[in-house]
């Protein structure tokens, strides 16, 4: 008797996000599997947040690392054919891609902060669009925009609620380090904010990368 095989398109339905709570259960369990990307932001979560303003950069240097690894174990996997980019290569890419980004996102907050919120939600996926897609920066843009047209109601949510529990997690070890939330300049210099903030990003981080991942993966 012939092996059933399932309908064709079957593996890609089962593949697709279905919304923000689909893929934020996805999310948990890529992160919770991806314990080598957790190993990661052990050092990147008090890196990023002894370095100030530079912290940003490391930052966005484990999201990268973290977004391919992620990628690498997912079905689509990463892009890696005899003439694709390297991972240091891919990071200094996804980097100019992010700032890009973030550029069109400042543009769109200055002029009305809904077209802001809206690029952020449609160029979210710039850096997975990069690390597992090798795209170039500008190439990057237009593939995260493309996978994001018609979801960026479920980009919004999951990054959101990513969002969330990292400013829960800062704010509870803050005010059990110090009593206090009151965000003053002397506070934000003190070595409990700092404490806080690598506490926030140690479970953001990969939590971020995670939906990063689910996402441009899910979105296609």
Do not use: K
């Amino acid at each position: 008797m012939a092996e059933a095989t399932p309908p064709t398109g079957a593996a890609d339905r089962d593949r697709r996000v279905d919304g923000a709570v689909d893929a934020l259960r996805r999310t948990v369990l890529a992160a919770r599997d991806a314990y080598e990307v957790v190993l990661l932001f052990v050092i990147v979560a008090p890196l990023s947040a002894v370095l100030g303003s530079a912290g940003g950069i490391m930052q966005a240097l484990g999201t990268g690392v973290g977004v391919y690894l992620i990628g690498a174990d997912g079905p689509g996997s990463v892009e890696r054919g005899s003439s694709s980019n390297s991972l240091g290569v891919r990071l200094v890419l996804a980097i100019l891609a992010a700032f890009v980004a973030g550029l069109v996102i400042v543009v769109g907050l200055l002029l009305l902060v809904l077209p802001g919120l809206y690029a952020f939600a449609r160029l979210y996926l710039v850096i997975p669009a990069v690390m597992i897609g090798d795209d170039g920066p500008l190439e990057a843009l237009g593939s995260s925009w493309d996978r994001t047209g018609g979801d960026a109601l479920t980009v919004a949510g999951v990054a959101l609620a990513v969002f969330a529990v990292t400013a829960v997690i800062q704010l509870v070890l803050l005010f059990a380090l110090t009593g206090s939330v009151n965000l003053t300049p002397e506070l934000v210099r003190t070595t409990e904010f700092t404490i806080a903030e690598a506490g926030g990003t140690l479970i953001g981080g990969p939590l971020g990368a995670a939906a990063m991942a689910v996402l441009y993966d899910g979105l296609e």
